[in-house]
């Protein structure tokens, strides 16, 4: 009986010690779970953010094209009036020719007549 008495509060002990660890772990466990959930949680808000951020990129780009439309298109029109312009002042110029022509004929004319 001896033996069964020292073996006895050992076992008690150890039984007690490993529902301890047991305990130990289980609310350990639980943290973990909490933990991963969390974790989780936040994963799926940065791949929301991430949604959000790819459709603003995609309606940044879809502006940019229509800006680059926009200002080609006004390019466009600006070189067809400077064509204009260019083409305006090449026909005066060419008329003040023929005025100064003129005008010299008309001048060597009158120089000739007196």
Do not use: C, F
């Not at 933990?35 to 808000?45: A, C, D, I, M, S």
């Amino acid at each position: 009986m001896n033996d069964e008495m020292t073996t006895q509060p050992t076992m008690e002990t150890l039984l007690a010690r490993i529902n301890e660890w047991g305990t130990n772990l289980t609310g350990e466990l639980a943290e973990i779970k909490a933990g991963q959930e969390e974790l989780q949680q936040r994963v799926q808000e940065l791949r929301n953010g991430q949604d959000d951020l790819r459709k603003g990129q995609d309606d940044l780009r879809k502006g940019q094209e229509e800006l680059r439309v926009d200002m080609n298109s006004g390019l466009h029109r600006v070189k067809r009036q400077i064509q204009t312009l260019n083409d305006n002042i090449l026909e005066v110029q060419a008329e003040i020719r023929e005025l100064n022509v003129q005008v010299e004929k008309l001048e060597s004319d009158s120089l000739a007549a007196k």
